[in-house]
């Protein structure tokens, strides 16, 4: 029975990755033995999949400059909706494989890029860019870690002008950092096997990430021949939109592209253009804003306590919080200073009350999550801006004349 | 009329039960169960008959003794499909048209004998042995009966159910349960009907849910009903018809429950005869009776016509194509792994899994998945599962051009002789016996339509005969209301067995079609 959950979000990823929706799809067996396939067969959608043809666009830092970011694109050739299989470990030690089944069945979506991408960077930021997109949408948590998100990797070299290399398929990436390493390397490989006089095999590889490479993955199969047929359990999915939908038909019943398209959330292009233009920020700043779970709203509940530009505020954002953040693997769900605190101590700062080394200073104190406000530990470390005139007058005196005694 | 009686305390749900249970111990020769649920068969009477105690019934079902094809999935009772895959397997869960007699409080009496995974048409190669036919044993067969020398023990002479639902058939003909589950892909429920004198319902494709059988070919299977008359098979249908949200291919209308009438009238009627249906092989009998059928409905005022389905003659092959595809898929999950049976060979997975599955299935069963792989294979496919499934629609669209024309039933014979006794049926294999005795019967399933067998009369031998009827996509009503005016015309006889009458029962005495409604 097919969970209407999964088609919806299926639609949804489909619509803001600029896809064409199908509204008719179909639902296809692929046949195969294997121990974490129970049934012998998965469904999937392999003749008329859910959504096709869309794109995705990207930024990349060139040369490794923030302030220099180019926009990409990569284009989607589809998405489908199928099942997961089972998950196999493989126990060396005792010569066993366990089967866990609990995952068998579960509803997954394909996308499928096409080879648009050149390097590592470009792969890394492509798939960034779509797992934001997945978690603002809801459709996924898709965390790599955790399997939510799974990525494989299909790299091959050509030279310039020439048809496409044959092509390695990279598998069991676990990060988007070890996506970049894995298909820098791999490339690299290829380079080195072609222009050894060697050739590539159409072969499925995985990635090791204590090695940092690529090695030839047990071999599943010969060719294998699918024996699609189709799935005689899943009648055509039909899905409606607002032109197409009968009049009498039972709203519960149906999925309704038009529907769904006009409950899409921001996607994270469209968010981090509104930051910019509403706080004044730079694009690479909404950036770093958006890659950081829940570093936006602190930012802003920041700026809406506070009457510091949020020009300025979001320097302490970035450089002073994220890095604290980073230091400690915290998240910012996790950080001991709160929104409220860190607009207190900038509004200190921004009424001159305190200067910026001493805002660093105190900072470093309310880390400690001992709950004092920052104007308790300005006054405790007597931390305070000396305003008056004259006050000063005397301390210069002072030092000097301490100067003159050595 | 067992319901009746039952409301109104002539007979005690478990007094019925008892009976029932008595006699298929007295009956085991005939090998129509595979399981008896003795124990939860006398719970679910004992709970019936407190029910009727309060005066609160659940239907016309309550306290009814029935038997399930072993196909479908029964919660806690032994599910085998008559495989040695299968052997021991208890499933978790109801299979949903079991669920829906039991919650009308109909007592499960058990699991009934089948073909190997349903495939067959003789119910003779299970893992349990044949089911014999009850008729076999009847006083009409054996007095018309010459044994061809003094010394052949009647016990070899012995006459098959027909397939595969065979048990369910045999145990609604020799009374020891009142209706019975068989599943029909391609004649499964009708065919043993014929052979056994009991109605034999094929339902329309998308009207009772598939949850729960075991399948077979997905895109044609259907639970089938066995009852001893019409009426008591329009109240089953009555409690399984409806959506199931756990079978996408049910369809999501509304079913109303509906009640044939008293006196049907098939006046206004159109019935259409095909004439490819008069098959080589079709004994004379039977035409003949196909004749008489046909001038029973001329005499009573319904419009009587040839017609024509061109591409009958196809569908045998498009069937084998079809099926063992669908079949080599659905098997595919039998591999030892998360149940059923698992070979002792564990030098790797693939060598588990091949000894499991050559342990597991029978010859035909494997012959079915090796043909069904071959049909499905990147080369073959567009040559074979393709082109079958245009041809499956031409078959399709033959039946609906018919119908569009002003037919509203067809008639038909259901199978091309009486049953023949077992070691004649044994001298040809599975698959050409089933391309033989499928011919009349499988097409329906091709285009989904509902079937029905009506038991007709007595051969020359004195065993039954059956002719089919095809209606309209939904039609069941109407369908089922020429079936029952069809019945009451030809009168067809009670069998009659010793073993019944020993376990004579007031009830069973009274009824002339042995009705429970």
Same mark, same amino acid.
């Given at each position: 029975v097919l969970n209407r959950r999964c088609v919806e979000a299926a639609v949804m990823t489909g619509l803001a990755l600029n896809c064409s929706i199908n509204k008719k799809s179909l639902f296809d067996r692929k046949h195969y033995f294997y121990a974490d396939l129970p049934a012998g067969y998965q469904i999937t959608q392999q003749r008329v999949p859910i959504a096709v043809n869309g794109s995705l666009s990207y930024s990349l830092c060139k040369d490794n400059k923030m302030s220099q970011m180019v926009t990409k694109t990569v284009r989607i050739k589809q998405i489908q909706l199928e099942q997961d299989s089972g998950k196999s470990l493989h126990d060396d030690t005792r010569n066993q494989t366990l089967v866990d089944l609990n995952r068998a069945g579960v509803g997954l979506m394909e996308v499928v890029m096409e080879p648009d991408m050149c390097c590592g960077e470009e792969a890394a930021a492509a798939v960034r860019e779509l797992q934001l997109i997945l978690q603002t949408l809801g459709s996924?948590?898709?965390v790599m870690a955790e399997g939510q998100l799974r990525v494989d990797a299909n790299v091959s070299v050509h030279h310039p002008g020439e048809p496409y290399g044959v092509r390695t398929e990279v598998k069991n990436i676990n990060s988007i950092r070890f996506l970049a390493k894995a298909v820098d390397y791999e490339i690299q490989r290829q380079i080195e096997e072609l222009e050894n006089g060697g050739t590539i095999l159409n072969e499925t590889r995985a990635f090791d990430s204590k090695l940092g490479c690529t090695v030839p993955m047990r071999d599943k199969e010969g060719k294998q021949d699918y024996r699609f047929m189709p799935e005689p359990n899943l009648p055509p999915l039909i899905l409606y939109d607002a032109k197409s939908l009968p009049a009498n038909m039972n709203h519960q019943q149906v999925v309704n592209i038009d529907w769904i398209n006009e409950r899409l959330p921001d996607l994270p292009s469209v968010k981090r253009a509104k930051l910019v233009e509403r706080y004044g920020i730079l694009p690479e700043h909404s950036f770093a804003l958006l890659n950081e779970d829940g570093l936006t709203e602190f930012f802003e509940n920041v700026v809406k306590q506070t009457r510091m530009k949020p020009k300025k505020v979001i320097g302490w954002i970035l450089n002073v919080l994220l890095s604290y953040l980073k230091q400690h693997s915290l998240t910012v769900k996790e950080s001991p200073v709160s929104s409220v605190l860190m607009a207190d101590l900038l509004n200190l700062l921004e009424k001159k009350e305190i200067s910026s080394t001493a805002a660093k200073q105190v900072l470093a104190e309310l880390w400690k999550g001992e709950g004092k406000t920052p104007l308790e530990i300005v006054k405790e470390k007597k931390l305070e801006l000396i305003q008056d005139q004259e006050e000063l007058e005397q301390i210069c005196q002072a030092v000097i004349d301490g100067q003159e005694n050595e | 009329q067992v319901s009746a009686a039952l409301k109104e305390g002539h007979v005690s749900p478990r007094e019925l039960c008892r009976r029932c249970l008595a006699l298929i111990k007295s009956t085991r020769f005939l090998n129509a169960y595979i399981t008896v649920a003795e124990e939860t068969a006398l719970r679910q009477a004992e709970e019936s008959e407190e029910r009727y105690k309060r005066g609160q019934p659940l239907g016309v079902l309550d306290g009814i003794p029935v038997a399930v094809k072993d196909n479908f999935n029964t919660a806690g009772i032994e599910t085998t499909c008559a495989s040695n895959m299968l052997k021991g397997y208890i499933s978790p869960y109801n299979a949903t048209v079991v669920q829906k007699l039991l919650d009308q409080g109909a007592v499960l009496l058990g699991k009934t004998n089948l073909d190997e995974f349903a495939m $067959?048409? $003789?119910?003779?190669?299970g893992v349990f042995g044949p089911v014999r036919n009850p008729w076999s044993y009847s006083r009409q067969y054996k007095e018309k009966s010459v044994p061809k020398s003094h010394s052949e023990d009647k016990e070899s002479n012995w006459v098959i159910t027909g397939g595969s639902s065979g048990g369910s058939a045999a145990a609604v003909s020799s009374f020891t349960c009142f209706a019975a589950l068989g599943s029909d892909t391609g004649g499964s429920t009708r065919n043993p009907a014929a052979h056994c004198g009991v109605v034999g319902l094929k339902p329309?494709? $998308? =009207?009772?849910?598939?949850?729960? =059988?075991?399948? =077979?070919?997905n895109s044609m299977d259907v639970p089938g009903i066995l009852t001893r008359c019409v009426d008591d098979a329009a109240v089953v249908l009555g409690s399984l018809a409806g959506h199931d949200p756990k079978d996408s291919t049910t369809v999501q209308d509304n079913f109303k429950p509906f009640e044939l009438p008293d006196l049907p009238d098939v006046s206004k009627l159109c019935i259409g005869i095909p004439k490819e249906y008069q098959a080589p092989g079709l004994s004379s009998e039977i035409l003949a009776l196909w004749s008489k059928a046909a001038d029973l409905f001329k005499n009573a005022g319904a419009k009587v016509t040839e017609v024509s389905l061109p591409h009958t003659r196809y569908s045998i092959v498009c069937y084998h194509v079809l099926c063992t595809a669908e079949v080599a898929s659905n098997m595919a999950r039998f591999d030892g792994l998360e149940y059923g049976h698992r070979s002792e060979m564990n030098r790797s997975t693939e060598s588990m899994y091949a000894a499991t599955r050559r342990e597991g299935f029978n010859d035909v069963v494997r012959g079915r998945i090796l043909a069904g792989n071959y049909f499905l294979l990147k080369q073959n496919y567009e040559n074979y599962f393709i082109k079958a499934q245009k041809v499956r629609r031409l078959i399709a669209s033959d039946f609906v051009k018919v119908f569009g024309s002003g037919v509203d039933v067809l008639l038909t014979p259901t199978t091309l002789s009486h049953a023949v006794p077992y070691l004649e049926f044994i001298k040809e294999d599975n698959r050409t016996r089933s391309a033989q005795d499928d011919i009349l019967t499988q097409a329906a399933n091709m285009a989904g339509l509902p079937a029905i067998n009506v038991p007709t009369a007595l051969s020359e031998r004195g065993l039954p005969i059956g002719l089919q009827f095809i209606g309209r996509s939904f039609q069941e009503k109407q369908l089922l209301t020429v079936a029952k005016w069809f019945e009451k015309q030809v009168k067809f006889p009670m069998i009659q067995l010793e073993e019944v009458k020993r376990h004579n029962h007031d009830v069973f005495q009274h009824q002339k079609s042995a009705s429970f409604s």
């Open positions: 996924s948590q898709a | $067959g048409s $003789g119910s003779t190669d329309t494709y $998308g =009207l009772i849910s598939r949850h729960g =059988l075991i399948p =077979l070919v």
